[in-house]
């Protein structure tokens, strides 16, 4: 018999097991609309509609309908399957982040690098495709006004890249606007994501999943250790250090929390602190570096308006020289920092070290020696 696994084996394998990132992919791949996606008090995760079928159960799985599973980038060997889709062979066990060049840059039209994170590099990459007709369209995530509850949103424009510009640091399943991008024309699609979103768009191609591995066409990843629950907000922030959610105007983490507000004070929190609040979808998670993204880019090392950027792909490879060929962003080797590539190093042995046991071993995979 031919192994068709489908949401039965997913729902057991992954979304019940602690291996579930929350990043909506199953949700947004299903061709018959049977799975949504619960985002309330912490849980992030998929399941499926009680009109078919019940919570385990899905009548299209039993007719054959594997589509959620071709989109999980946690089930079964996702990573040694997207690897070779991506890069064309398996990462090596020294290669802990992925393979990739590690370079830094930042990006040079002022209003880009002071509205972005820095240095602004994603929204720079996000407009030259977009004004190259490179992508119709970005997923990205929003924020209301004073809100700070991140969400999925598309931009289009200039001013949507920039207005959703900045890091949070609850989560966001960005491939849920994928339907409204679609809806409005869209056929060339980037992602911007953590780990866990940034394998989907692969795990989508190498499986076969159909229009939408098509659509996916651009990752750009972001370095992320671990994101937190909405409740850090009012039982931390504001319970402990006086700071109200709508006085916040920019969150960065550097070693610490740090969080500006309106008064144009700068307030820091102990990370310590904040590992209560720990989404439950990041506990598990061996991917720091978006191993599978084009590009992936984050702003740890020395230089605060630097973005330490690790391009991995073809495309990764064409979108940074013609940034850099369009004067928009200057770039260093990333050995002028080597701080920062020695956190990336340590930051994504701590990551892979989550990984389960019981689960395809690859991801823990640990190299013998640190750089």
């Known amino acids: 018999m031919v192994d068709k696994p489908q949401w039965r084996e997913l729902f057991s394998e992954v979304v019940t097991s602690g291996q579930c990132t929350g990043c909506a992919a199953c949700v947004v791949a299903c061709p018959h609309d049977v799975l949504d996606y619960d985002d309330q008090d912490g849980h992030y995760k998929p399941w499926h509609l009680d009109i078919d079928g ?7 799985g039993i007719k054959g309908c594997t589509m959620c599973t071709r989109a999980c980038p946690r089930f079964r060997s996702w990573e040694a399957e997207i690897d070779v889709h991506r890069v064309g062979r398996e990462r090596t066990e020294d290669e802990v982040y992925g393979v ?14 002071g509205t972005g994170q820095d240095g602004g590099v994603v929204s720079a990459i ?4 977009l004004e190259h007709d490179l992508i119709d369209a970005a997923l990205v995530s929003a924020t209301g006004e004073g809100t700070w509850r991140a969400e999925p949103a598309v931009a289009r424009t200039r001013d949507e890249v920039l207005a959703t510009a ?3 640091y609850t989560y966001s399943a960005n491939l849920l606007a994928y339907p409204e991008a679609v809806a409005a024309g869209a056929e060339r699609v980037a992602l911007v994501g953590m780990g866990c979103m940034a394998s989907a768009p692969g795990a989508m191609q190498v499986r076969k999943a159909g229009k939408i591995a098509r659509r996916l066409s651009l990752t750009i990843g972001l370095l992320c250790s671990k994101t937190f629950d909405d409740r850090i907000f009012d039982e931390l922030f504001e319970a402990r250090y006086g700071l ?3 006085d916040i105007v920019k969150m960065n983490i550097k070693g610490v929390f740090q969080i500006w507000t309106r008064d144009g004070a ?7 602190e904040a590992h209560a609040f720990t989404r439950e979808g ?7 570096a978006a191993e599978h993204a084009d590009i992936s880019a984050g702003g740890i090392g020395a230089f605060g308006d630097w973005t330490l950027l690790i391009v991995r792909t073809e495309l990764g490879r064409m979108l940074l020289q013609g940034l850099i060929d369009g004067g928009r962003i200057e770039v260093r080797p990333g050995d002028d920092d080597p701080g920062a590539v020695a956190l990336l190093h340590k ?4 990551s892979r070290r989550r990984w389960p046991e019981s689960a395809d071993p690859k991801p823990r995979l640990i190299p013998l020696r640190r750089p």
């Open 244 to 246: 109200v959610r709508e």
């Open 100 to 113: 990739g060049d590690v370079v830094l840059a930042r990006a040079l039209d002022p209003e880009v690098a």
């Open 166 to 168: 900045g890091s949070r």
């Open 54 to 60: 019940g919570r385990e159960d899905c009548t299209h």
């Open 282 to 288: 990041c506990q598990q998670c061996p991917d720091f």
């Open 266 to 272: 700068m307030h820091e929190v102990p990370l310590k």
């Open 347 to 350: 930051l994504a042995q701590v």
């Open 126 to 129: 996000l407009l030259y495709a």
